[in-house]
């Protein structure tokens, strides 16, 4: 029994014991994640991949007549005025497509109206960029047979103040890189994407003689307003076929 209490005191694992250990371990996996982001991260990474979300700013930058609205969940890309006009302000926006997942288009007597938006995918884009705060730890209540204790909560004290120099040399690259990572695949996949037809019909409708151009055309991506039968519209023909209800678009590239 004296043995069996001695092998207790000097060799029994707590509960306190293994929350300093986890503890530990955490601290040294996220010490190690710095230390390579910092030796091999690019530092203007989450600048560069705000200003690829900044939909205003890239409109300002090409210097067309586009209106920019934000709305709860949702970016809208807005302009009118004549068919070339809209067309060129379509074709100027081009890089900045692949963040809109609907568009609308309206055309007649040479007017035109047309509007991009934004869904979900580009919400989780902007999600990407909060930097959510690292859970708080609390160190473990004390218990009677723990050893090593304050060796463990030396280790871990040294190991936080480390954690903390590397994060506030990288600034927000810190807490936000291991979310970009994870939204790298979709960046991919929305980059992808074949492009929008809106600037193929907008084509098509400058291409046709004065007289045959400036009749009644309103569509949306996915459902068709007016002519309700695509074939029988020059501008969509080819472009648009009607399929259970759904649309399918055959365009080319931007």
């Known amino acids: 029994m004296r043995w069996l209490f001695v092998g207790l005191l000097f060799g029994c694992e707590t509960e306190e014991t293994r929350a300093w250990a986890a503890r530990r371990a955490e601290l040294e996996q996220r010490k190690a994640e710095l230390a390579q982001l910092e030796a091999h991260g690019s530092p203007d990474r989450v600048a560069d991949f705000r200003r690829s979300l900044d939909l205003a700013a890239f409109v300002r930058e090409q210097g067309v007549e586009a209106r920019v609205f934000l709305g709860p969940g949702t970016v809208r890309l ?10 060129d302000t379509v074709k100027a926006l081009a890089g900045a497509r692949w963040l809109t997942e609907g568009w609308r288009l309206r055309l007649e007597a040479d007017h035109c109206e ?3 938006r934004t869904g979900a995918d580009f919400t989780r884009l902007e999600e990407a960029l909060v930097a959510a705060p690292s859970p708080k730890w609390s160190p473990p209540p ?4 723990s050893r090593g204790v304050a060796e463990a909560k030396e280790a ?8 903390r120099a590397s994060e506030a ?7 936000i890189q291991r979310r970009l990572d994870q939204v790298d695949p979709l960046v991919e996949s929305l980059r992808a994407r074949p492009a929008p037809c809106d600037l193929a019909v907008l084509d098509r409708e400058l ?5 045959a151009r400036g009749k009644l055309l309103e569509i949306e991506h996915d459902r068709v ?3 309700l039968e695509p074939r ?9 076929e009607v399929h259970e209800g759904v649309l399918l678009w055959h365009c080319e590239a931007l």
């Open 207 to 211: 291409a046709l003689d004065d007289g």
């Open 225 to 227: 307003v007016h002519p």
């Open 232 to 240: 029988g519209d020059f501008r969509l023909r080819g472009l648009v």
């Open 78 to 87: 807005t302009a009118s005025g004549t068919v070339k006009a809209c067309r």
């Open 142 to 145: 004390p218990r009677l047979l």
């Open 114 to 116: 047309w509007e991009a």
């Open 169 to 175: 040399r990288l600034g927000a690259a810190a807490l």
């Open 156 to 163: 871990v004290a040294a190991l936080e103040a480390k954690v």
